[in-house]
């Protein structure tokens, strides 16, 4: 099993929907967990962190299940810019090891 | 002014050669990652420095080696280049901070590896 799974989607919308991901990891001691977005053939980079309370920033909302071992991410409005990869990533040791799910891929629609 | 900076963007070589790829970061962060993300796009660590120490060293072929000069530099050199090397390579870089969900890791560009 891997240690992070994600739906790897694609998910289709139209802009203005709202869409949700989940990710679920497998180490129950996991201490942090972020959302990052990827473009096509660029780099990952941080969308944002997500926070045992739940935390939201603008139209995007994460929120932590640590009983079902599941973080999730939800988009609002949703926009053509939007369409990405987003990649969950959880650290699940003292040593900054982060493991990345493989993805899930979104793509607005007009 | 990049932050996490790779050389070369893209390499291209046949198999069985040794090449190397060198990455710089300019954010004084005391962790540094080499990552390899292969054709499935899944994202997986191989290595991570810190303060110019090996921490982890994940199931990776011993033809990969990384060099550490300084906190700032982690070079990957891949002896033996074999068609399943193709991929591309990101470094990364992090801060050691005690609220461990701001530990934001910053990415190079990524040099994409292919072995002919």
């Known amino acids: 099993r891997k240690e992070v799974e994600q739906d790897p989607g694609p998910f289709n919308v139209p802009e203005g929907a709202t869409v949700a991901f989940n990710c679920t990891y497998s180490?129950?001691?996991?201490?942090?967990f972020f959302w990052y977005r990827q473009d096509c053939r660029k780099e990952p980079k941080l969308l944002m962190s997500?926070?045992?309370s739940g935390n939201e920033d603008g139209r995007f909302t994460a929120q932590l299940n640590r009983a079902s071992q599941y973080i999730s991410l939800l988009i609002r409005d949703s926009k053509l810019s939007d369409s990405a990869t987003y990649l969950c990533?959880?650290?699940?040791?003292?040593?900054?090891?982060?493991?990345f799910g493989s993805g899930t891929k979104l793509n607005v629609k007009p | 002014d990049t932050a996490v900076s790779q050389t070369p963007k893209y390499l291209v070589t046949q198999m069985g050669n040794d090449k190397s790829i060198k990455c710089e970061q300019n954010?004084?962060?005391?962790?540094m990652y080499w990552y390899k993300q292969d054709s499935k796009k899944f994202l997986k660590i191989m290595f991570s420095?810190?303060?110019?120490?090996?921490?982890i060293n994940e199931t990776v072929p011993n033809r990969f080696s990384p060099k550490s000069p300084d906190k700032a530099h982690l070079n990957l050199h891949i002896n033996s280049l074999e068609l399943g090397d193709s991929a591309v390579y990101f470094c990364?870089?992090?801060?050691?901070?005690?609220?461990?969900?701001?530990?934001?890791?910053?990415f190079g560009p990524g040099t994409r590896l292919t072995v002919l």
């Open positions: 990364a870089s992090s801060q050691d901070l005690a609220e461990r969900q701001y530990n934001e890791q910053f």
């Open positions: 180490n129950s001691a996991s201490q942090s």
């Open positions: 997500v926070y045992s």
């Open positions: 990533v959880v650290n699940m040791d003292n040593f900054n090891k982060f493991y």
């Open positions: 954010l004084g962060h005391d962790t």
């Open positions: 420095y810190n303060n110019k120490e090996l921490i």
